[in-house]
């Protein structure tokens, strides 16, 4: 498994892989705009030549590393690749940017990301009513490691 920058060729497939993922993909307009804001913060996890996962963050004015997207293939879930790519995509917002400080939501349902995040050091911090636009909550998680 690799880690690298996505491309902008790359976001047609990445595309793909967020209408596997989520019922409520963001819309390529999204990808192309997080790509080009941040692409040193857009990563793709290859296996064979194959995009299998990524993770999308910005740097927020309020100095938090914001983590607005992280998905993997559901075939090749359960194999480290959405842990590395948290670990990566962290790393590198302290080495490019200094930050030290991360956050993202999470749906209040969503027991797997929740067991992954906390696995890596987030830590509930709020309860966001009606934050997703099916009407449930989402818990805003924080790591802090300055
Ligand atoms: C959440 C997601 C990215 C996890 O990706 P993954 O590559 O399967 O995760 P990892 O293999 O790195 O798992 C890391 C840790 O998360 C937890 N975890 C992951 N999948 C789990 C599962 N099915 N059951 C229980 N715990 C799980 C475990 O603590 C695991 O560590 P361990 O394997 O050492 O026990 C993936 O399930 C996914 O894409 N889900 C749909 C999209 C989504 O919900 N994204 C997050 C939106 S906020």
Redesign the pocket.
């Given at each position: 498994m690799n880690i690298r920058r996505a491309s902008q060729s790359d976001l047609t497939t990445i595309f793909e892989l967020e209408k596997k993922?989520?019922n409520d993909p963001y819309p390529m307009e999204l990808l192309i705009m997080l790509q080009s804001l941040y692409p040193e913060l857009f990563l793709v996890a290859e296996c064979n030549n194959v995009i299998v996962?990524y993770v999308a963050s910005v740097i927020r004015t309020d100095g938090f590393g914001h983590?607005v997207?992280?998905?993997?293939?559901?075939e090749?879930?359960?194999?480290?690749?959405?842990?590395?790519?948290?670990t990566k995509v962290e790393e590198l917002m302290k080495k490019l940017f200094n930050v030290c400080l991360y956050r993202?939501?999470?749906?209040v349902s969503?027991?797997?990301?929740i067991?992954?995040?906390?696995?890596?050091g987030y830590r509930i911090q709020a309860r966001i009513p009606r934050y997703y636009s099916n009407g449930e909550d989402a818990y805003l998680m924080i790591k802090d490691v300055c």
């Open positions: 993922c989520f996962g983590i997207s992280l998905c993997v293939d559901p090749y879930r359960r194999r480290g690749i959405g842990k590395q790519l948290m993202l939501e999470v749906r969503n027991f797997i990301a067991m992954l995040y906390e696995s890596i």
